[in-house]
């Protein structure tokens, strides 16, 4: 039996929560079909600048190396704010990417049909939203030279980013997006400000090229603002859309409204030789420790490491499946496995059993209640009751929760027995 070696890295705030149940649908898959996994795991972030000086050591970078996958959580949070910015938590993710050559980056943002109602936009607008942002993750104004803040005599300072890519750059993002497109409906939409930025036309013209190879996918050209405007508008029109690292940034934020919640959304940053998978949410500082972190998108992250690093194709249909069908999930993450729970001395062990809710989750069959809070402010998450129907809990900014029913049954749970288990993530017992 191969054994695979995963490298995980919980990292900050709720990422230690959402990892830990991440971690229990691997161990089901593996036990159910089969597979061996070999986690790795070490700190990174706030955490390892706490432990070590560092955000990410290089002891950590050679691990994810000889792994064939990174899972990695989130980093960052408010105690690390007043870190000079060229140590900051973030820098160890940055400097992730860039190590690994991860220019790809996918998100995929699906409407979920039971947070339908849960999302600030209309049904009639968000239903049928099925897209995937490809967001070019190794250069632009993240990395571009020069960079840096000049401080002068009188008190005056000037800061530089720059907006750089090469047509080798561009072109190979490109080809990822052409390639993903050619896989969905066929209809890639590139993202730029042409009409203003230079590296916008170059970014246009290298598509345009590129789309002779894939003269089967229908290639439209956007400009960002408008982009962002049409994602609200008119979010089902979207197929693939290819775009560089800041815009990619903001419109993947964007479009995690469309899937009810930011706590749904998954990714994969690829190109290299190890791929990377992330959840989209950060470390949601309010929340965390709480043991109210939604897992989802860490759990559909998993999904997308089995399909894109282990071409586990069936394995990751499966997990997807428990990530929108509640009891089905519930099962992939209802181990209990001791070395699986949060770390004692973390924080988090304190809150072991409620952060457990949602991997333990989607939903319990016979329990009343599973919480998804989303991760971030003014969030929403869903609630299973199989007894109750789809219920969904609503944070308000003001912290208060309103606990919604949604119409009938017809959500994560409602699924007869029979079907759950035909959807794979029932064979996950
Ligand atoms: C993301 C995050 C990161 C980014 C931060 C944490 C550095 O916002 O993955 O979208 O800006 O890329
Ligand atoms: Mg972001």
């Given amino acids: 039996m191969t054994a695979y070696s995963i490298a995980t890295l919980p990292g900050d705030g709720i990422g230690v929560e959402v990892i830990a149940e991440a971690e229990k649908v691997l161990h089901a898959v593996e036990r159910r079909y089969g597979h061996r996994f070999a986690l790795t795991t070490d700190i990174v972030g706030g955490a390892a600048i ?9 002891e950590t970078l050679a691990m994810c190396r000889k792994s064939d996958a990174v899972l990695f959580g989130a980093v960052g949070g408010p105690k690390w704010d007043d870190v000079a910015h060229e140590r900051r938590p973030e820098r160890g993710l ?13 998100r995929p943002a699906k409407c979920f049909p039971m947070l339908v109602d849960a999302s600030p936009l209309k049904r009639s607008i968000v239903e049928g939203t099925d897209l995937m942002v490809i967001r070019e993750l190794t250069g632009g104004l993240y990395f571009g030279e020069p960079r840096g803040v000049e401080r002068f005599a009188d008190g005056r300072a000037r800061a530089v980013n720059t907006m750089a890519y090469t047509s080798r750059e561009i072109e190979r993002i490109a080809r990822t997006g052409f390639e993903v497109a050619r896989k969905r409906r066929k209809r890639l939409t590139s993202v730029d400000k042409a009409n203003v930025l230079v590296v916008s036309q170059l970014w246009r013209d290298v598509v345009t090229r590129i789309a002779r190879d894939y003269p089967d996918v229908t290639l439209e050209h956007v400009l960002v603002d408008n982009c962002a405007m049409a994602l609200v508008q008119r979010p089902t029109q979207f197929d693939t859309i290819v775009t ?3 815009f990619g940034d903001i419109l993947s934020d964007e479009a995690a409204i469309l899937a009810g919640s930011m706590g749904m959304l998954p990714s994969a940053s690829l190109g290299g030789a190890v791929g990377l998978y992330e959840p989209v949410h950060g470390t949601a500082p309010d929340i965390a ?3 109210i972190a939604n897992p989802i998108a860490a759990i559909l992250s998993v999904a997308m490491l089995l399909r894109y690093s282990l071409n586990m194709e069936k394995d990751a249909d499966r997990v997807e499946r428990a990530g929108q069908h509640g009891d089905a999930a519930e099962r992939a993450g209802g181990d209990r496995r001791p070395e699986t729970r949060p770390k004692p001395g973390t924080g988090f062990d304190k809150h072991d059993v409620a952060a457990q809710k949602i991997g333990q989750s989607l939903a319990d069959r016979q329990s009343k209640a599973g919480t998804a809070e989303a991760p971030g402010g003014g969030g929403v998450g869903l609630l299973k009751s199989a007894e109750d129907g789809c219920r969904l809990l609503r944070r308000h900014p003001d912290s208060s929760i309103e606990d919604i029913e949604l119409q009938g049954r017809d959500g994560v749970g409602d699924m007869p027995d029979d079907e759950s288990n035909a959807s794979g993530l029932g064979e996950l017992e």
Avoid: H, I, M, V
């Fill in 50 to 58: 706490d432990r070590f000086g560092t955000a990410l050591r290089p």
């Fill in 94 to 106: 940055l400097a992730l990417r860039k190590e690994l050559d991860l220019y790809a980056n996918l």
């Fill in 244 to 246: 560089e690292n800041t």
């Fill in 289 to 291: 420790g709480r043991g």
